[in-house]
């Protein structure tokens, strides 16, 4: 069966740092993203990458705070968030697939998706 598990979330004050993982299973990873959806906007895509090379690609909205990276265990990935701001407030998703350069920001391109973790950026 094909899975993937993110933990990690939860509330943190304004400039504070929280790390969110995933953990895929049953499923042949060759690029994972993360997204995230506010309260009435859109799901979208703020960091993915490449775990077989470690390429990385992140949204303006988030490069120089965020950081994705491979886990220890295979098909595991790491978001750490620092620097976080109330705008980061969101449910945040990860997702993976098979293929290789493509429109990542894309949520169609996407075959599987985790159930979603809450991030929450308050004082």
């Known amino acids: 069966e094909e899975q993937l598990v993110e933990s990690g979330g939860g509330l943190v004050q304004p400039g504070g740092s929280l790390r969110l993982s995933c953990a895929a299973s049953?499923?042949?990873?060759?690029?994972m993203a993360w997204f995230r959806q506010a309260p009435g906007k859109e799901r979208a895509g703020i960091a993915m990458i490449y775990p077989n090379d470690g390429r990385t690609y992140y949204t303006d909205s988030v490069k120089g705070r965020f950081t994705v990276s491979q886990g220890n265990a295979k098909n595991t990935v790491v978001l750490q968030m620092n620097n976080l701001k109330p705008e980061d407030t969101a449910m945040y998703y990860c997702a993976a697939n098979r293929k290789h350069d493509f429109s990542w920001l894309s949520e169609q391109e996407w075959n599987v998706w985790g159930q979603g973790t809450q991030v929450t950026v308050s004082s």
């Open positions: 049953g499923y042949p990873v060759n690029s």
